[in-house]
């Protein structure tokens, strides 16, 4: 498995290059903006592109949908409740700004299996800070990418228009805290972490 980390767009968001070493066929995860340098890295890496994934429906992880699909011909996936939202540009408007009004190919449900190259990824929905929410577990590796809903020491926010507090902190301790301790997470914003650390230190799932 390879990984590698951008951080991109106006909110400092986390895109991540997922690839098998064998095949080289590879994901990229919430493409949040600065697409020529998403282009860059996938090009330096030599891999080829068969999903873009996006974690939720905010503008901040998908504004470089278009861009990244139209250059690889990559399938576009997300899960069926935030279908709607990606379409209306994903909240951009909320705060002013234009995003892009993308129409995925595939519509994600908990517990189905994405195959990239060697490796498998698990849909693990987990509503809260979006209705769909979603984070993709390889499970044989050991790595969650858990989108915006874990941080390090954090969650993800529910005060925008969908968000439900309650439901977020269900769903990180049904879908994620269950998730074997030494699971790597890497989160939507920031650094990454484990399961083991979260359930352990982060204040908010106490």
């Known amino acids: 498995m390879l990984v590698e980390t951008l951080t991109v767009g106006p909110v400092m968001t986390n895109c991540y290059i997922l690839a098998c070493e064998e095949t080289k066929k590879a994901a ?47 399938t576009l996936a997300i899960h069926e409740a935030d279908a709607p939202m990606l379409a209306m540009g994903g909240g951009a408007a909320w705060f002013g700004m234009k995003g892009s009004q993308s129409r995925p190919d595939l519509l994600l449900h908990d517990g189905d299996t994405l195959d990239v190259g060697n490796l498998r990824l698990r849909v693990l929905h987990v509503p809260g800070h979006s209705p769909g929410g979603v984070a993709f577990y390889l499970e044989k590796e050991g790595v969650v990418f858990s989108g915006d809903a874990l941080f390090q020491m954090g969650i993800g926010r529910t005060d925008l228009p969908g968000g439900d507090y309650d439901r977020l902190i269900a769903s990180i301790r049904a879908k994620l805290l269950s998730l074997p301790p030494d699971t790597v997470v890497y989160p939507g914003h920031g650094p990454a972490t484990t399961i083991a650390r979260e359930r352990v230190g982060n204040p908010f799932l106490f």
């Open 28 to 74: 990229v995860i919430d493409p949040g903006g600065d697409a020529k340098r998403i282009l860059d890295a996938i090009k330096r890496m030599g891999v080829d592109v068969v999903y873009v994934l996006n974690t939720h429906g905010h503008f901040d992880h998908t504004l470089a949908n278009d861009a990244i699909v139209s250059a690889t011909g990559a």
